[in-house]
T-cell receptor
Framework: DVKVTQSSRYLVKRTGEKVFLECVQD?????MFWYRQDPGLGLRLIYF???????EKGDIPEGYSVSREKKERFSLILESASTNQTSMYLC??????????????FGQGTRLTVV | KQEVTQIPAALSVPEGENLVLNCSFT??????LQWFRQDPGKGLTSLLL?????REQTSGRLNASLDKSSGRSTLYIAASQPGDSATYLC??????????????FGRGTQLTVWP
């Protein structure tokens, strides 16, 4: 089974802190994604990556950056956390080819609270 | 931009009923469509993936159909059980050439099955 693991289930951070959310997948997937999920707004794409050291902005990249130094790991960075970044963060990965290419698999989510 | 709509937003039914959840999308140029389940406070679990060339997929009591030209998909749940209670999300992957696997999500249908 594909395993996508996020480093924390729950995080509480202070306004202004630099926050790192880590995601690791064990299936050699090329694509990795970070979404945030908010009530009434659904899932929105923050950033994605289709290869090591490659990144693309999603729909709401402001206030975030990402890092992909190794194929299996994709990190989301909140440069200076703000209360409006309180949310559920979801990491996903997928292949870029094959009979079921682009089927997405998600991690368990990180509930981030910024106080 | 692709927009995905799910109807109904919420559904409450007695155990044993057969259910239909609906998903519609505005741009028929899709690569595939995926149905997910999300339990409260958790990540997304992939249920079914339908490639754009397919009409339906089945897994156990679940059957998903796709009518790409009309921009619709349905998820059929047979003989519902209380354990099926969750939010069901539909997501479309735009045509491969422009996307690298990113998904556009609906807001979900919150299903409650009572004994």
């Amino acid at each position: 089974d594909v395993k996508v693991t996020q480093s924390s289930r729950y995080l509480v951070k202070r306004t202004g802190e630099k926050v790192f959310l880590e995601c690791v997948q064990d299936m050699d997937h090329e694509n990795m994604f970070w979404y945030r999920q908010d009530p009434g707004l659904g899932l929105r794409l923050i950033y994605f990556s289709y290869d090591v050291k490659m990144k693309e902005k999603g729909d709401i990249p402001e206030g975030y950056s990402v890092s992909r130094e190794k194929k299996e790991r994709f990190s989301l960075i909140l440069e200076s956390a703000s209360t409006n970044q309180t949310s559920m963060y979801l990491c996903a990965s997928s292949l870029n080819w094959g009979p079921s290419g682009t089927e997405a698999f998600f991690g368990q989510g990180t509930r981030l609270t910024v106080v | 931009k692709q927009e995905v709509t799910q109807i109904p937003a919420a559904l409450s039914v007695p155990e044993g009923e057969n259910l239909v959840l609906n998903c519609s999308f505005t741009d028929s140029a899709i690569y595939n469509l995926q149905w997910f389940r999300q339990d409260p406070g958790k990540g997304l679990t992939s249920l079914l993936l339908i490639q754009s060339s397919q009409r339906e997929q089945t897994s156990g009591r679940l059957n998903a159909s796709l009518d790409k030209s009309s921009g619709r998909s349905t998820l059929y749940i047979a003989a519902s059980q209380p354990g099926d209670s969750a939010t069901y999300l539909c997501a479309v992957c735009p045509d491969r050439g422009s996307t690298l696997g990113r998904l556009y999500f609906g807001r979900g249908t919150q299903l409650t099955v009572w004994p």
